[in-house]
């Protein structure tokens, strides 16, 4: 492929931000939508080093599962209070178990219950495409245009880790019900990255896309007064020419009778929350509120659970991965011992009832 002369060093890929790669918002220069057309900022917070999250009830978050990573000490930062993060496998994967989605919930580090702006998941009933979305994230930005050489800007470089809060807004186009990636499969929603004003792209007022640290950030759209969430970013195309990451949008120049081919707007697209909006709004109702040694439900501690981290005495390798080898690594340190036992013993035969995380000795 050629544009205005330039010849790419590489194939446009479809790249799943795992470890290093999640996503952020790039802007056309000089563009980001005002706050009435977009969400509170709090809705969308840093998940990690490598991701975002969003606020989906006052006590829930969610987030993509493939980043396999967790916060430094269990704990995310919304506002400026610090909220401790509680697991269980239940709250993952959806209702087939094996979807790119995962809830968590939270409780103040000082023991409170949170009580937080969030942005509700959408059912539908009206289909989600062809509507505009406004989407956030918290990662890298625009650090500078990519021109051909007739000065003609096709593309914007990512920005390092200038990480910040961000907000654009694109249309949702296409849907697909199950697509599957890096093992994990997912109904998904997407987008693309449409140049300024070109007629017939589906561009929108303040467009943008999603780049590194923003796997698990937020797609939203309005109804009536209230802002919901329809999508939570999973995966974008992007190019690399071996030094920089970029986005490219679709622009065909603007010289009459061009034969130069249109460089395809860079796709992203977000694990489709109306999908999964039953199986959500079930466990954030129940709210079990993660009690340790729960491993099987229905939100209480008993002989079950104990079975269950049974066959995974002494198991190695626990991680976010494997749930934690299937919750049995209550404390979440990578093993299955007497500590997991500890902490199951302290919640014996407990129900949901103001539990709080314990700590180990």
Not at 64 to 85: A, W
Not at 211 to 228: C, H, L, P, R, T
Not at 296 to 319: E, H, I, R, Y
Not at 329 to 353: F, H, P, Q
């Amino acid at each position: 492929m050629t544009f205005g002369g330039w010849r790419p060093l590489g194939a446009i890929v479809w790249v799943l931000f795992f470890c290093t790669w999640a996503g952020a918002i790039l802007n056309h220069p000089g563009y980001e939508p005002p706050a009435e057309l977009r969400p509170n900022n709090e809705v969308v917070g840093v998940w990690s080093y490598n991701a975002s999250f969003c606020v989906i009830s006052p006590k829930w978050i969610i987030t993509t599962r493939h980043q396999n990573t967790f916060p430094d000490n269990n704990e995310i930062t919304i506002g400026n209070k610090k909220y401790k993060c509680i697991y269980s496998p239940k709250w993952v994967g959806g209702p087939a178990g094996n979807s790119d989605i995962r809830l968590i919930r939270l409780r103040g580090t000082d023991g409170t219950e949170p009580n937080l702006k969030f942005a509700p998941a959408y059912e539908g009933p009206e289909d989600e495409i062809g509507k505009e979305m406004a989407a956030g994230g918290c990662g890298v930005g625009w650090a500078e245009n990519k021109y051909d050489n007739e000065n003609r800007p096709y593309g914007y470089i990512w920005g390092g880790n200038n990480r910040a809060w961000r907000w654009c807004t694109n249309k949702i186009e296409w849907a697909e019900d199950a697509n599957t990636l890096a093992g994990y499969t997912s109904a998904i929603v997407r987008a693309d990255f449409d140049g300024i004003g070109i007629e017939g792209t589906g561009y929108t007022d303040y467009e943008g896309v999603c780049a590194m640290y923003d796997s698990g950030s937020g797609w939203f759209i309005q109804v009536g007064n209230e802002w919901k969430l329809v999508g939570v970013t999973r995966s974008v195309a992007h190019f690399y020419d071996g030094q920089n990451r970029y986005s490219l949008f679709a622009n065909p120049g603007s010289k009459p009778n061009r034969q130069d081919p249109y460089l395809p707007a860079q796709r992203m697209d977000a694990v489709r929350v109306s999908t999964y909006a039953g199986w959500i709004n079930s466990i954030i109702s129940e709210d079990c509120g993660g009690i340790d040694g729960d491993l099987n439900g229905p939100c209480s501690v008993d002989m079950g659970d104990f079975a269950q981290l049974a066959k995974k005495w002494l198991v190695t390798g626990c991680a976010m991965s494997n749930n934690f080898c299937g919750g049995a690594d209550v404390n979440r340190d990578a093993y299955v011992n007497l500590k997991d036992v500890y902490l199951m013993c302290i919640n014996w035969l407990e129900s949901s009832e103001n539990q709080f995380i314990i700590p180990v000795p």
